[in-house]
């Protein structure tokens, strides 16, 4: 079974940790193996994607800003068969956080959040009263990175007016609560085949709401205890059964777990911070492809 481990041709910006380098060590680790797997950047055009029997979404980190082709490049292999990890309803359904308002709607704990449709033009200051807040964080609704994520304080809403409708011209946007806990971490728990493996915690430098190591942020490996880890199975079970992997990103707000973003297309999954993470992933494949 020839397996296609997606990737992409930009900047790798992720450096070892624990003796680890996911980006340039897992792959030969999954080859060692023996497993029939090789890299091919999705939007590369003289891949042959007849080879491949499955394909296994891993840094594709460009598909936002190539929203169009990447929805065509997803059709293209579906019509081949080949079978995507995760599944192709799993990463479409994900692709845009309009998918948090069914969480929402479902009754689970999400970071309130209200939508801005492309070509708004409204009033800045009513998403204050929406959302309780003094000041809001804005970013696209198919974005990675914090690509074009801004925040806007109450007393400057006028004055960002300009700057957040040039915005919407390309899409629509998603509005949060700038929340406090955001200074002492967010927390990512990772899944894979519904089983739990280990957390993180991702801390922004101070001064700082980006958690991201290129803008200074920092990760520690936590140990949640057993109520803590079956409250975030609970999104999984939900949105994500039978997923490769999962990523249950969000905060720990007054002591409870609230959700920021389920991580279900390509999101980094910290292998070298989990005891045995690589291996379980690794497992996690062969389960997949075997059943």
Not at 10 to 17: L, Q, V
Not at 172 to 193: A, R, T
């Amino acid at each position: 079974m020839k397996i296609a481990y997606i990737t992409y041709a930009g900047e790798i910006k992720y450096s070892a940790a624990n003796g680890f380098n996911e980006m340039t060590d897992l792959l030969p680790f999954l080859q060692n193996k023996g497993l029939d797997i090789e890299a091919a950047v999705w939007d590369d055009p003289f891949v042959d994607w007849t080879r491949y029997d499955v394909a296994i979404l891993k840094t594709p980190w460009d598909y936002h800003q190539k929203i169009d082709t990447f929805k065509a490049w997803l059709d293209k292999i579906e019509s081949l068969n080949i079978r995507l990890l995760n599944d192709y309803i799993t990463v479409r359904w994900n692709l845009d956080k309009h998918y948090l308002q069914e969480i929402i709607a479902d009754g689970f704990d999400v970071i309130p959040s209200a939508f801005l449709t492309q070509g708004w033009k409204g009033d800045l200051l009513p998403l204050f009263e929406t959302l309780k807040t003094s000041s809001i964080i804005i970013k696209p609704c198919i974005s990675g990175g914090s690509k074009n994520t801004i925040v806007v304080h109450r007393q400057d809403a006028a004055a960002s007016y300009d700057k957040v409708a040039a915005l919407l011209t390309d899409g629509d946007y998603i509005v949060q609560p700038l929340m406090k806990e955001v200074q002492y971490g967010e927390w990512s728990y990772i899944f894979f085949n519904d089983t739990y493996s280990h957390t993180i915690l991702k801390k922004p430098k101070a001064g700082d709401f980006r958690v991201q190591q290129i803008y200074g942020g920092t990760i520690d490996t936590l140990y949640p205890g057993p109520e803590e880890i079956a409250h975030a199975a609970t999104y999984v079970e939900k949105y994500a059964k039978g997923c490769l992997y999962a990523r249950v990103d969000g905060l720990m707000v007054n002591g409870h777990f609230v959700l920021m973003e389920l991580e279900l297309i390509e999101p980094y999954l910290y292998l070298s911070y989990g005891e045995n993470a690589v291996e379980q992933y690794y497992q996690a494949i062969l389960s997949q492809i075997n059943s």
